[in-house]
T-cell receptor
Framework: EDQVTQSPEALRLQEGESSSLNCSYT??????LFWYRQDPGKGPEFLFT???AGEEKEKERLKATLTKKESFLHITAPKPEDSATYLC???????????????FGQGTILTVHP | NAGVTQTPKFRVLKTGQSMTLLCAQD?????MYWYRQDPGMGLRLIHY???????AKGEVPDGYNVSRLKKQNFLLGLESAAPSQTSVYFC?????????????FGSGTRLTVV
């Protein structure tokens, strides 16, 4: 069974205080690892897809990295507008049988104080 | 704006009542999904569709039915609502099984069953 565990459950930062969110996963045949941002009362918004260990992607103050067992979302010099819930998800299944289905973690609630 | 539209946004049902949640997308996506989101549980897949006229069960399908008569619409039905179905329901769509651009999510339907 595919599993995704995110830590910490909640993270409070001061503006400008860099930190990282963790996503540990167990999956049979990783096809992709995804990061989403979710604001209160809204649907998740796609951020990144990572496909293989060693891969990195960046967007503004966010950088996602991937190893064979986990992914990190690094937040550099965060601002209050970065406050949101960050979701990690995996797509499993080699050979085209996953039908795009994702298994999500429970999320990390990030709060950035001015 | 192009995207995924969910209706209604809020609904309160009495135990045993039925209802249908509508999801409409205007991006010509082949794949569509229904997830539910509960505190501490992450997003869990209810049903999904890989094209017009097709549907398949996800992780938590019991108590729900779906239909995809038109490519742009994916309906989620609750035949006899139970308090355990109180949740926030999200519809999502994607081009195909390769999640290069991730899902596009709707804004959600908050359902309370009393």
């Amino acid at each position: 069974e595919d599993q995704v565990t995110q830590s910490p459950e909640a993270l409070r930062l001061q503006e400008g205080e860099s930190s990282s969110l963790n996503c540990s996963y167990t999956v049979s045949g990783l096809r992709g690892l995804f990061w989403y941002r979710q604001d209160p009362g809204k649907g998740p918004e796609f951020l990144f897809t990572l496909y293989s260990a060693g891969e990195e992607k960046e967007k503004e103050r966010l950088k996602a990295t991937l190893t064979k067992k986990e992914s990190f979302l690094h937040i550099t010099a965060p601002k209050p507008e970065d406050s949101a819930t960050y979701l990690c998800a995996v797509q499993a299944g080699a050979g085209g049988t996953s039908y795009g289905k994702l298994t999500f973690g429970q999320g990390t609630i990030l709060t950035v104080h001015p | 704006n192009a995207g995924v539209t969910q209706t209604p946004k809020f609904r309160v049902l009495k135990t045993g009542q039925s209802m249908t949640l509508l999801c409409a997308q205007d991006m010509n996506h082949e794949y569509m999904y229904w997830y539910r989101q509960d505190p501490g549980m992450g997003l869990r897949l209810i049903h999904y569709s890989v094209g017009e006229g097709t549907t398949a069960k996800g992780e938590v399908p019991d108590g729900y039915n779906v239909s995809r008569l038109k490519k742009q619409n994916f309906l989620l039905g609750l035949e006899s609502a139970a308090p355990s179905q109180t949740s926030v329901y999200f519809c999502a769509s994607s081009y195909g099984s390769h999640q290069y651009y991730g899902y596009t999510f709707g804004s959600g339907t908050r359902l309370t069953v009393v």
